[in-house]
């Protein structure tokens, strides 16, 4: 098992180890459309990789001081990742964002203490003032997720993203580390 970054209840943060790196690569590329892609940035396409090239993606990833993906775990068990990338690196700015992979685990509060503890562990752990979620307005979960938080819409583009021959507003969702601060104290 890899490092513990935070846990949160049942919900545990950790890093990615070798040993996880082909479960990971399962659940990624294992099926042709995989549910979660329909929520996850559906308007991209999925990208295979070969395992050669995932696992230097892994591997760059969590080669940093702080890593950009982590694994997210219940009752022992991986069920998601969590990421993030850098927007601008002169202000910090950085986006964040979550994959659960399987349906049997989605709307049961895990997602939502996952990004709050991702969350923390990044204001914790890089210099950043500001933190960043983006999404589409199809994902509804996904932009509970941010408002349970305390995340505020900062921006909507309108009808940008097509999904399913429909059109879809783009939504930037974000807080500041004062009010994150504020939010969270308890």
């Known amino acids: ?22 479960d990971l690569y399962q ?9 979660w892609k329909k929520w996850d940035a559906p308007y991209y396409p999925l ?3 070969s395992r050669e090239d995932f696992r230097e993606t892994i591997n760059k990833a969590t080669s940093k001081e ?5 694994i997210m775990e219940v009752n022992g068990q ?3 990742t969590l990421s993030y990338y ?10 964040t964002g979550i994959v659960m992979y399987q349906t049997a685990d989605w709307n049961k509060g895990c997602g939502t ?18 933190i960043g979620l983006t999404t589409w307005s199809g994902n509804v979960r996904m932009m509970s997720v941010g408002t349970k938080l305390g995340m505020q819409v900062e921006g909507r583009m309108r009808k940008c ?17 004062e009010e994150w601060e504020a939010h969270h104290s308890s």
């Open 27 to 35: 659940f990624i590329y294992g099926e042709t459309n995989p549910e």
């Open 161 to 177: 993203r097509i999904v399913d021959g429909i059109y879809y507003d783009s939504i930037r969702m974000g807080m500041l580390r």
């Open 66 to 70: 702080v890593p950009s993906w982590v």
């Open 47 to 49: 990208e295979r990789e």
């Open 86 to 95: 850098i927007e601008d690196p002169q202000s910090m700015w950085i986006e």
């Open 113 to 130: 203490k996952a990004m709050k503890c991702w969350i923390t562990y990044l204001f914790q752990a890089l210099p950043i003032v500001r």
């Open 78 to 80: 991986m069920i998601g």
């Open 1 to 22: 098992m890899g490092q513990i970054l935070l846990k949160l209840d049942d919900v545990i943060l950790r890093t990615i180890e070798e040993q996880d790196i082909d």
